[in-house]
């Protein structure tokens, strides 16, 4: 096998939703045998020795991969044939090399040879023609919404796009009991590989509900040991969600005890900002310093600028990034290639007027001061953030009480009820769609200036912020479908924001090395084969904000642990994922 290559993370600078709580009781598997075993001791009494068991086994043949694939020791001289052969392509190989010709040969769930040498098409069980394509590595999310994973395991929004790897549990969500959904999303097999962040907001929500105040001293350490669990339990990092609540009520002390926690277990701290408008740099100062103080690697999440009197400040928050990495931070950003958000419309309203929830909220609009200083706040947000100071840029998405609004703006809604277009009007539709249930919404306030920006950075990876979906189910964000292609179609071939290597540098190897993935994000000789072949003249996304359920064109195959996943552009519901624990990866 050959030699790895040196972490693409050491090259040169040069080279909204939360995720649901949900009654899990339907799908979990049958209780957990007691007793189990730590990660450093086998003597432990607290780890189950079916994990041992798996952990030892894993790491036999993660040391000796040829006790299972024969031919890696062989080489081509070996007769037994191929699973899969991927011919006379052009392989981009994540790493950040140039492209090069080559054929790919597949056994089991690994690569077993890459060849720049035409390989005998005749010793493999199936043969996939590449001329003219891309070959590359699966692509990994490193920010998706998997809360319909156990309603939607086949993963097909995201598998249609080249996903082959995603991360669930951003923006301070996730799911808890964290074992318990994870068992449970195995027992019933997944179209693609996920893993699972820890969330700061489920675990603060559990422990203190909605209150807006600081952790006693023993509610701290109930969260610190809640984090240590699910970092046992094959956690990838913690997440947090400061715009949201609970998490908006907590302070930088807080956040800076979890992370710790996560960060001595290996993991790493990604955060959807406190501000990503008018308080962006603050926002951005906090991570870093979080990443700083914490002693872990971070990521900015969803990096964007939010508002018309922001737009161009990315120039700013990209050398706060440069700087702490200078100065020993190891922080990244990850981003999606649209110019509009995806959030509850609740995004608008101040904080402070959402302590203790929906109901809450509404019994203090009875107070007239109150109810003033409120819609004073939405109205303050529609004009500078994310309301992009026009209705027309709050475009409704999922609407469960008027269906008719799906695809619709506050604009539209205002001028049905005969109101005047203003930020004023938009404040109260805003709170009546509050006390109807809420709403989620697109929200049109950022610039395609920053959106470049930020992308050509060398340390910003490509992350989808998607929903798992399917046609028919209201009116999603287009990056739900389209983020990936979009990004090589649109970005890399049209534009030539950034080059088609570094775009997939940016969507494969850089998202698999911060997460910590072994074997994966590469095209790499004994490593797992997640590959997708793409046409790079025709691959594009389709997915619009007036038609977003519409799937991308050009990716033609996608492989999935060894099994072919998408062909020839159709997808075929085969369930090769698998559920990846920090520990046991």
Request: charged share 25%; aromatic share 6%.
């Amino acid at each position: 096998i050959r030699r790895p290559p040196r972490s693409t993370l050491d090259r040169s600078a040069a080279a909204s939703d939360v995720y649901k709580r949900q009654d899990l009781s339907h799908a979990l598997p049958r209780k957990r045998v007691a007793g189990y075993c730590s990660r450093q001791h086998f003597g432990h009494p607290t780890r189950s020795w079916r994990k041992v068991m798996r952990f030892a086994v894993l790491m036999l043949v993660f040391a000796n991969p040829t006790l299972l694939y024969p031919s890696l020791a062989l080489g081509q001289a070996n007769t037994n044939d191929w699973d899969l052969l991927i011919h006379s392509g052009t392989v981009i190989d994540g790493s950040g090399r140039s492209a090069f010709q080559a054929d790919v040969a597949i056994q089991g769930d690994r690569i077993v040879t890459v060849s720049e040498t035409s390989l005998d098409r005749a010793r493999a069980s199936r043969v996939i023609d590449a001329t003219g394509m891309v070959v590359s590595p699966g692509f990994v999310d490193l920010h998706a919404h998997l809360d319909p994973l156990l309603r939607l395991p086949g993963s097909e929004s995201h598998i249609r796009q080249g996903v082959t790897t995603a991360l669930g549990g951003p923006d301070g969500g996730g799911p808890w009991p964290f074992e318990a959904h994870l068992d449970a999303v195995e027992e019933i097999s997944v179209g693609m590989n996920v893993g699972f962040l820890v969330g700061h907001n489920t675990i603060r929500r559990t422990v203190m509900g909605l209150d807006n105040r600081a952790p006693t001293p023993s509610e701290l350490d109930r969260m610190k040991g809640m984090v240590a669990k699910a970092m046992e339990e094959g956690a990838w990092g913690i997440s947090t969600g400061l715009k949201y609540l609970p998490g908006a009520f907590s302070e930088l002390e807080e956040v800076i005890a979890l992370s710790e926690v996560a960060g001595r277990e290996g993991g790493f701290y990604t955060s959807h900002l406190r501000e990503e408008g008018l308080g962006l740099l603050d926002g951005v100062g906090e991570a870093l310093e979080i990443g700083k103080r914490a002693k872990l690697p971070i990521v900015l999440t969803h990096h964007k600028v939010v508002g018309q009197p922001m737009w161009g400040a990315s120039t700013r928050t990209l050398a706060m990034v440069d700087s702490a990495r200078e100065a020993g931070t190891d922080a990244m950003i990850d981003q999606y290639p649209y110019t509009a958000s995806y959030t509850g419309i609740g995004i608008l309203i101040p904080a402070w007027a959402m302590a203790g929830g929906d109901a809450a909220l509404l019994a203090r609009m009875n107070d007239p001061t109150l109810a003033d200083s409120i819609l004073d706040g939405i109205a303050f947000n529609i004009v500078n953030d994310r309301g992009g100071n026009d209705l027309r840029r709050v475009q409704f998405a999922l609407v469960g009480w008027d269906r008719t609004l799906e695809g619709k703006t506050l604009h539209d809604w205002a001028l049905r009820e005969n109101l005047p277009s203003t930020p004023e009007t938009g404040a109260r539709l805003v709170i009546e769609a509050v006390r109807r249930g809420g709403a989620s919404a697109i929200f049109h306030a950022m610039s395609e200036e920053d959106v470049e920006r930020i992308m050509a950075h060398p340390f910003t990876m490509i992350a989808s912020d998607g929903r798992l979906t399917q046609p028919g189910e209201g009116h999603p964000h287009p990056r739900w479908y389209g983020t990936f292609p979009r990004v090589l179609g649109h970005y890399a071939r049209d534009k030539e924001t950034i080059s088609m290597v570094e775009a997939v540098r940016k969507m494969t190897a850089l998202p698999a090395e911060r997460l910590g993935l072994n074997m994966r994000g590469q095209i790499q000789e004994g490593w797992f084969a997640d590959i997708v072949v793409f046409n790079p003249i025709t691959v594009e996304d389709q997915a619009t904000f007036e038609e977003p359920h519409q799937y991308p064109v050009g990716i033609d195959w996608v492989v999935i642990n060894g099994q072919i996943t998408v062909e020839e552009s159709s997808f075929r519901d085969v369930r090769a994922g698998r559920v990846l624990r920090r520990d046991l990866n």
